[in-house]
């Protein structure tokens, strides 16, 4: 069978580490994976161990490579990047980090290809994090809904828990083949406030470290990350009193949370029938779900 993959490191690596996956999909609400990614290279010695081949699981049509034209001439080609990485944490402790695009083709030879890799290097844990919009004020703490085989990290952080059909990612697809092999998984949803999804949100990139550290004892900086969150709310609460309707939307999610009605944990959203629902689907599903809420809050005044 071809080889998907060429590996780059000469050294040698230690067999147990933990493996964290950050695979930007098709959705990043609040750009966490993109926050996380670029903190992980920015913060933390790393090194490339091997790299995927794009022709067998890039589309470069539906994701065209940057190309940097230099007056007359192309200067530089950088193509996408889905790669394995060995990367030391705050401690000095090592750990792997899968990071790159989600594959647009061959979902099944990625997910073997992966597994065997799991398997060669002895891999101890698989820990991945994404991110969707969520009808949660920025007020409150940023939601998770926790998947996997780790009941000890769903029964912790868990906070929703559907009953439904979404449109799956990859990270799906590996959760699911490698819980089926025994391999520790955890698999961390975070529930980014839908009228910031566009915007980096720092606290959900925070959230996320914090997830990664408790499902694998590793320990990362975050005081950038918490400065620029300071900075984000001062924003946010600023353009918040500017805007009436903005204003009224975070009342009456904010006021779900005071009277003890839907939170994440009760978000009605509703058991699966048929087909997959798509994201624009889920998306009206959603904002049906806040005119409720407002129709309620205006009953109550």
């Known amino acids: 069978m071809k080889k998907l993959y060429e590996e780059f490191t000469h050294g040698q690596i230690p067999s147990g580490l933990p493996m964290v996956a950050l695979i930007s999909g098709f959705s990043d609400s609040g750009s966490t994976i993109a926050q996380l990614s670029d903190h992980f290279f920015s913060e933390l010695s ?3 161990v091997l790299s995927f081949d794009n022709d067998e699981f890039l589309d470069y049509r539906s994701r065209r490579p940057a190309l940097f034209f230099e007056k007359d001439h192309i200067e530089s080609y950088e ?15 090592p750990f792997l980090l899968l990071e790159g695009y989600e594959p647009d083709l061959r979902w099944e030879a990625f997910a073997a290809s992966l597994l065997e890799i799991i398997q060669r290097l002895g891999v101890s844990s698989f ?3 994404h991110s969707i919009p969520f ?21 912790r952080f868990s906070e929703w828990k559907p009953q439904t059909q979404v449109p799956g990612n990859v990270t799906h697809l590996l959760e699911f083949r490698l819980s089926a092999q025994g391999v520790n998984t955890a698999g961390f949803v975070l529930l980014v406030p839908h009228y910031l999804a566009d915007n980096e949100v720092p606290n959900s990139a925070i959230a996320g470290l914090e997830l990664i550290s408790a499902a694998t004892g590793l320990v990362f900086p975050s005081d950038q990350l918490r400065q620029d969150a300071g900075k984000f709310e001062t924003k946010v609460k600023s353009q918040i009193e500017e805007n009436q309707e903005l204003s ?3 009342q009456t999610l ?29 998306t009206e599903e959603l904002e049906n779900y806040l005119s409720t809420m407002r129709k309620n809050t205006d009953t109550q005044e």
């Open 79 to 93: 193509p996408p990047s889905l790669a394995v990485h060995l990367v030391l944490d705050e401690a000095q402790q």
């Open 248 to 250: 009224k939307l975070v």
């Open 135 to 155: 009808p949660i004020p920025h007020t409150r703490p940023v939601g998770v809904t926790v998947s996997g085989n780790r009941k000890d990290m769903i029964e």
């Open 46 to 48: 790393h090194e490339l």
């Open 254 to 282: 904010e006021a779900g949370y005071a009277s003890g009605g839907p939170g994440p944990s009760r978000a009605p959203i509703s058991k699966p029938s048929g087909e997959p629902r798509s994201v624009d689907e889920l």
């Open 127 to 129: 820990t991945w994090v």
